[in-house]
């Protein structure tokens, strides 16, 4: 009995470790897209809307590719509801990037992993285990040591610091959608489904708060490409995997991992210094991913 058991665990072994690198990865390309939205040459809202539109080819060939010989999925809810709360994402991420300081918004934008285990059993019927407590408080500590040497509070800053809170609300939601959603599609399904939805909201917003579409060299059109490539088709679609295998409040923590990629960008691109306190931050935050990781006998 006990080598049959040690058996059947062992696929589920394999799926957790495949699913825990897909995190890692996918928090490297959303990482990302900060340096090819600096090189865009377009605004933010038109770098979002084309992070989604340029993506919807590759994602249609994945959903295709992933569904053959597969009866058809119907639409549901919680699809649409990411595509929808995506979008709000972003919006508000660009947002809050124009009028509150880099610090406070990136700060502010990582309160999502708290509503998400706030919300799991709420909302989705996910129990959160009190290891994966432990982590996210580790890795919100971490992520002030981060960026707390910069963080400021002024009241011409409250819209933009408002606006960084919304952005974590409706990152949290997206994930708690997307995990939903994984139950009854595959990860190409929902990502591709959910970014139709995204790319329309985001081309209205676009059209309407900054117009002009097209950057003026290959250089732009290049860093827009990568964008899409990067961030949406391999940072959310190795999230949209991993959601299919771990727990929304644990996968959430992908956004910690987020910031210390963003910080180690920085660096190399930007010749962003990286102090002692940000690295101890870098620490605590792995450690905290470390302590809530999923376990043998059930999910974080």
Do not use: K
Not at 88 to 109: E, P, Q, Y
Not at 150 to 176: H, I, K
Request: aromatic content about 12%.
């Amino acid at each position: 009995m006990t080598i049959l058991a040690d058996r059947s665990s062992a696929p589920r072994s394999r799926a957790l470790v495949f699913a825990g690198i897909a995190l890692v990865g996918g928090a490297i390309g959303m990482a990302a897209s900060a340096v090819f939205v600096r090189w865009a040459e377009v605004g933010p809202f038109v770098s979002a809307f084309w992070r989604a539109g340029l993506s919807i080819p590759f994602l249609w060939l994945w959903a295709r590719l992933e569904s053959r010989g597969v009866p058809a999925v119907p639409w549901s809810r919680p699809v649409v509801f990411a595509g929808l709360f995506f979008a709000g994402d972003l919006i508000f991420w660009h947002l809050a990037i124009l009028n509150t300081t880099l610090t406070n918004a990136t700060l502010l934008g990582t309160l999502a992993p708290v509503w998400v285990a706030l919300g799991s059993r709420v909302f989705i019927g996910e129990p959160v285990s009190r290891a994966t407590f432990a982590g996210l408080a580790l890795c919100v500590a971490g992520a002030l040591l981060l960026v707390g040497s910069s963080l400021g509070l002024n009241p011409e800053r409250v819209f933009g610091d408002l606006c960084g809170v919304v952005t974590s609300l409706f990152f949290g939601a997206y994930f708690l959608s997307v995990r939903v959603a994984r139950r009854t599609m595959g990860s190409g399904l929902v990502l591709y489904r959910s970014t139709l939805i995204t790319a329309a909201v985001l081309l209205v917003v676009a059209a309407a708060l900054d117009g002009h579409f097209l950057p003026a060299s290959l250089a732009g059109v290049g860093a827009l490409v990568a964008l899409a490539l990067v961030s949406q088709v391999g940072g959310q679609g190795l999230l949209a995997f991993a959601l299919g295998h771990l727990s929304a409040a644990f996968s959430s923590l992908v956004i910690f991992l987020e910031t210390v990629a963003a910080a180690l960008f920085g660096y190399a691109f930007f010749n962003e210094a990286i102090t002692g306190l940000q690295l101890v931050g870098g620490i605590a935050i792995l450690s905290g991913i470390w302590v809530a990781r999923p376990r043998r006998s059930g999910s974080a």
